[in-house]
């Protein structure tokens, strides 16, 4: 039994029910309209990609519209419903049929005003399909407190799922939730599901539980610096990485360059843009010489670009959900994942990013996630309260010195590895992403053209002094050079003075011994035997 | 098996308007002798002759026998009653127990 109310698609689940038993279990079907006539139904459902007229020709389905006109009915006295009976018994047997349909019985009661007769004959129907052995769905307008109008919810009670159609904020979730189930334990949560051009999809995005497998493996993040920052090879696969900045830093940019690289080494990356539709990612990130282009023809890269106020959160991890599945990517991108606040409270958002994270992360898909943060917030808070969801946290922020905004990058966090914990100049080039080194100098840390002026400063100084330096020695050189001269004109002067003290000692000699001489001879000539008046005799032994 | 049983209709002339020389022809749908098409099909059979002598048919369809005819005429209930002519279609459901209703409802009666 499947109720909701108009519009949340029961006619739907019942015809899926039927066309996918047949097409793909080879149990046919039949379906009872009392709404729709079979070629309203046919063109409805060939949008979803049945064809029914294929499966009535390949006796897997029949189809039997019951139409219940007032206006053409008298009730005169006693009746029974024998002739729906047959008619059901005639398009079970025509096919064999398995599964059946009844979309929606409850409209019987409009047509015929005898309820007693018909609460009784329902119940004798579902009674009689039950010993068919045939698999009975039925649709039921929700009623007020009870889940159909008429209540026959009572006669069939073997499982009954209700469909909900929602809106908050004027953006509606489809949900689902089984009420019973006879002989089973079922989930009891409402899940949320989507009607998309492949049917309905259901997906019980709140039974993820935190027991994945991690993955030692490294993913390169495209920008060989920030690799080095990250312990020397990148992310760890399987994780989360979310990329905060306030506008313009670039997040897109690194998010696009993680995606190149991935594409490269032939990963199939899924690229879920909020903000930008795929063309114009495309066109702009060949401004920094990154041409996803290829990537996309080739089929490794796939984007899906919606607005977040499309459809409810819910639908949006749906949709990721399914897109998952259908691509299985490596990487996945959300870019921005603040943007889908807007379409919802902060903690949905929340919710919804950590089932999404636990979701990847149990399929050990790479996530990196960019958030944009206002300017005047704190930058270390993301606007969505995701951060200790994620396992590598980078953050790109401006910095506004000298009348320029350049933009730097650090690492926040990195769970499970030796990352930096610098801040680099992240520069976007034409040829992709360039980490530099900051200045770091007296005046703190400078970045851009303050940078380069400083740097261009500390050159202009170093070589000044390397100047004075030289001219110093220049200097000190010349003053060696004069004291060396000087010390050889004294060195000249000092021999010289030698050897003239050499000659004088010599003929002071010759002039004592000249002196003896004359004295011996004069004393010879005198014959005398005098003795030398001592001052001369005294003077004559020194100079000997 | 398709029982008919007709009385020939005789044509009951009005001159000026050919398109009201109307006969009858009525079908009861039943399913098996079960006690209320029986009683359907003698009230029937007794109003016919009171109220149209001689210018009706009834065509008796026996659903076990012509399961696929059920989908023909939009047969839910059983016993049902359809007037096939005079235009529009009428359908009457239940055992025709009660006179004054099938008289309304084959119109031959004004609604009160």
Known sequence: MICGSAGCGKTQLAMEFITRGARDFHEPGVFVSFEETEDELKSNVKSLGFDLDDLIRRGLLAIDYVAVERSEIEETGEYDLEGLFVRLQHAIDSVGAKRIALDTIESLFSGLSNTAILRAELRRLFRWLKTKGVTTVITGERGDGTLTRQGIEEYVSDCVVTLDHRVTDQLSTRRLRIVKYRGSTHGTNEYPFLITDSGISVLPVTSLSLNHSVS???????????????????????????????????????????????????????????????????????????????????????????????????????????????????????????????????????????????????????????????????????????????????????????????????ILKSRGMAHSNQIREFRLTDRGIELLDVYLGPEGVLTGSARLSQEAKAHADESERRENAHRRQLEIEAERKSLAAQIAAIEAKMSLQGEELHELAAREARHAQMLEMDRAAMAQSRRADAVPTPGRSRAAAKKR | ????????????????????????????????????????????????????????????????????????????????????????????????????RVLVGLDLRPRS
Request: proline content about 4%.
């Open chain 1, 216 to 410: 030692n493996d490294r993913v390169p993040s495209g920008v060989p610096r920030l690799d080095t920052m990250l312990g020397g090879r990148g992310f760890y696969r399987g994780t989360s990485i979310l990329l905060t900045g306030t506008a313009g830093t670039g997040k897109s940019s690194l998010a696009a360059t993680f995606v190149d690289a991935a594409c490269r080494r032939g990963e199939k990356c899924l690229y879920l843009a909020f903000e930008e539709s795929q063309d114009q990612i495309i066109r702009n990130m060949r401004s920094i010489g990154i041409d996803l282009q290829p990537h996309v023809r080739r089929g490794l890269l796939r984007f899906h670009a919606s607005r977040p106020t499309f459809y409810g959160l819910e639908m949006h991890l749906l949709t990721i959900h399914m897109l998952v599945q259908q691509h299985q990517p490596k990487i996945v991108i959300v870019d921005p994942v603040t943007d889908l606040a807007s379409g919802g409270s902060v903690s949905d958002v929340h919710s919804m990013a950590m089932r999404l994270v636990d979701y990847l992360k149990g399929k050990g898909i790479t996530t990196l996630m960019t958030t944009l943060t206002s300017g005047a917030g704190n930058l270390e808070q993301t606007e969505v309260n995701i951060s200790s969801l994620i396992d590598t946290w980078l953050l790109l922020r401006d910095m506004e010195v000298g009348g320029e905004r350049n933009r730097g990058l650090y």
């Open chain 2, 1 to 100: 098996m398709k029982k008919t049983s007709a009385s020939k209709p005789s044509k009951r002339s009005i001159a000026n308007d050919e398109e009201s020389a109307v006969e009858w022809d009525l079908r009861l749908y039943i399913a098996g002798r079960t006690p209320k098409c029986v009683a359907a099909f003698g009230n029937l059979q007794k109003l016919c002759r009171e109220h149209m002598a001689g210018q009706y048919r009834i065509e008796v369809i026996d659903l076990l026998e012509n399961t696929q005819l059920a989908k023909g005429d939009q047969i839910l209930a059983i016993p049902t009653l359809v007037r096939k002519l005079p235009e529009p279609i009428k359908k009457i459901i239940g055992d025709l127990s009660n006179t004054e």
